[in-house]
């Protein structure tokens, strides 16, 4: 079940409330007691809007004032600052000491997945002139119960009093009916976090500014959610990460994440975060393994190169079992040089049409080196692929079981030498297949031409 929780100490909190009531059906219905809780409970299909005469950051244990089956717990709520309209939302906590609520180096428990879906939702419903964004880790409350997050109108008074904003707020919230605070939980084989067995797509971000526009982009354009996320600021206020291990650790465990993107260089952090058993991944990392079982990835990292190394992965390793056996080959060199130098975008599609995984260079633009296949069939069926991408630059190519033989007829300047042809527009003419005049006799382009033969071995 959804819980919503309203203040009455926020005015742009009670717009939203009301937007809420609006577009769902509500009834009045029983609820457990609690001490900052006004008026009755509200319940409709899948979720529970309570008001509260508190500010937001500073309930404590909210979710008890909320059935025994809540799942996640929303605080609709206003934003200030001087970011214009905006809408956004983020989950709270403090890394160092406690000045806007909850609990000095505490963090509440995240909902990685139910933030990606509001931050969706958000940009869906916002008015033309709002932007939607995502901020970093802050205030409180810290004790809530269940995984919570606040999703919020801002920044000013007038967008706190702006009834488009405060409905596109509740629709966003409404829309979390039915979400799952987390993503699913998958195998895998790095043995990364508590039990080195399972790993969900969550990661816990470090550094950057407040408000997270690389890890906006993360959430946009992977298929991984953001837990906790501790700003530049954050981390000066959490101090030196091995005298304080326990918060650290904690980022991960109240994401229920076992990896990290560091926004800096921040070594000491990152040292920190290794020994823990956690794993500091980047950017290309998240794209290049979105869409691939964690499982399977991590196993082709450690068979082939990692994907800082240029290991990317192929449209199969998508499809299959994340325990699939596979095989590794190596790719011919001097065959995939000539294709690449025919059609190198065409080639690396080709490659990653039928490998779980390959190897590349130049910023995984060029394949080089190996890859692996589920099958022998697949590989032969990448190798038939650059055949068929020669015979667009060869007059025959002959494919056999060793190597693939490539035939082209040539222009020859010796044999046009030969036959007296002056160099200079004539050479031309004969290479372009016109017959040239030579001291009144016609030099046919066939007599001045040679078969050049590449052989290229698999």
Request: charge should be negative; hydrophobic fraction near 40%; glycine fraction near 10%.
């Amino acid at each position: 079940m959804l819980g919503i929780v309203v203040s009455r100490a926020d005015r742009a909190s009670e717009h939203v409330g009301e937007h809420l009531r609006d577009l769902a059906d509500w009834s009045p219905v029983e609820s457990p007691d609690h001490p900052d809780a006004a008026g009755p409970a509200y319940q409709a299909d899948g979720a529970q809007l309570r008001e509260f005469d508190a500010w937001h950051l500073h309930l404590a244990d909210a979710a008890d004032a909320f059935p025994a089956d809540l799942d996640l717990l929303v605080f609709a709520s206003r934003h200030s600052g001087e970011t214009g309209p905006l809408l956004t939302a983020h989950h709270t906590g403090n890394f160092g000491p406690a000045e806007h609520g909850g609990e000095d180096d505490a963090l509440a428990r995240a909902c990685p997945n139910a933030h990606s879906h509001v931050l969706d939702a958000l940009a869906t419903y916002a008015p033309e002139d709002y932007e939607v964004g995502m901020e970093c880790t802050h205030h409180g409350p810290t004790d809530v119960g269940v995984p919570s997050m606040f999703v919020e109108v801002g920044s000013g008074d007038p967008q706190w009093d702006d009834p488009a904003a405060a409905e596109a707020v509740a629709r966003a919230i409404l829309d979390l009916r039915g979400v799952a605070p987390d993503a699913d939980p998958e195998p895998a084989t790095n043995g990364v976090g508590p039990d080195g067995e399972t790993a969900r797509r969550h990661l816990v971000g470090f550094g950057g500014g407040h408000y997270a526009p690389r890890f906006e982009r993360i959430v946009r354009e992977t298929d991984w959610a953001v837990g906790h996320l501790a700003a530049d600021w954050g981390l000066e206020a959490m101090g030196d990460p091995a005298a304080n291990r326990d918060l650290v650790d904690a980022a991960f465990a109240e994401s229920a994440a076992t990896h990290a993107v560091v926004d800096g260089d921040h070594p000491d952090l990152r040292e920190e975060i290794t020994a823990l058993g956690y794993r500091v991944v980047g950017e290309t990392w998240l794209r290049a393994v979105t869409g691939v079982p964690l499982a399977l990835a991590d196993r082709l990292e450690d068979t082939l190169v990692s994907v800082a190394a240029g290991l990317r992965f192929g449209e199969r390793a998508a499809d299959v079992a994340p325990d699939i056996d596979f095989e590794t080959v190596s790719l011919p060199d001097d065959l995939l040089d000539r294709a690449q130098g025919i059609d190198q975008e065409r080639t690396r599609e080709l490659v990653a049409a039928s490998a779980l995984a390959f190897e590349t260079e130049e910023n995984g633009n060029r394949v080089a080196g190996r890859a692996a296949v589920a099958s022998r069939g697949d590989y032969t069926t990448i190798i038939d692929g650059i055949v068929d991408l020669l015979r667009t630059a060869y007059d025959s190519v002959e494919r056999r079981e060793d190597a693939v033989i490539a035939r082209q007829e040539t222009f020859d300047p010796g044999k046009a030498k030969t036959l007296g042809v002056p160099e200079g527009p004539k050479f031309g003419r004969l290479s372009a297949g016109e017959p040239v005049e030579v001291d009144g006799k016609t030099i046919p382009p066939d007599r001045v031409r040679s078969e050049r033969e590449d052989r290229f071995s698999l």
